[in-house]
């Protein structure tokens, strides 16, 4: 079955960094799409970054210059690595991976908890 499995979050002080990992079984990777999002308490989820199968690349205008999206289809992982995190950014995140045609598919993971704090 499909799998979509997040890891590396965990508590942080602002300013530091943390890579996600987020590992991927069932489906043919590098077929699709690639995002992060997240969710706060009391938020919508959002979209953080995103990743296309080309490797072009798209961010959430508060998160550009600090946070880097990078897949590696060999390893059917895809990254999110953080870098001077803020208070803003604690927030539940997920991986998701998405394809519209020729059909529609959408896999979202359980999730990670980023906690940035002093």
């Known amino acids: 079955q499909v799998q979509l499995v997040e890891s590396g979050g965990g508590l942080v002080q602002p300013g530091g960094s943390l890579r996600l990992s987020c590992a991927a079984s069932g489906f043919t990777f590098s077929s699709y799409a690639l995002s992060w999002y997240r969710q706060a308490p009391g938020k919508e989820r959002e979209l953080v970054a995103g990743?296309?199968?080309?490797?072009?690349?798209n961010y959430e205008d508060s998160v550009k210059g600090r946070f880097t999206i990078a897949r590696d289809d060999a390893k059917n992982t895809v990254y999110l690595q953080m870098n001077s995190l803020e208070l803003a950014d604690t927030a539940v995140y997920y991986c998701?991976?998405?394809?519209?045609?020729?059909?529609?598919?959408?896999?979202w993971g359980q999730g990670t908890q980023v906690t940035v704090s002093s």
């Open positions: 998701n991976a998405r394809r519209r045609l020729p059909n529609y598919y959408d896999y």
């Open positions: 990743i296309t199968r080309a490797g072009t690349t």
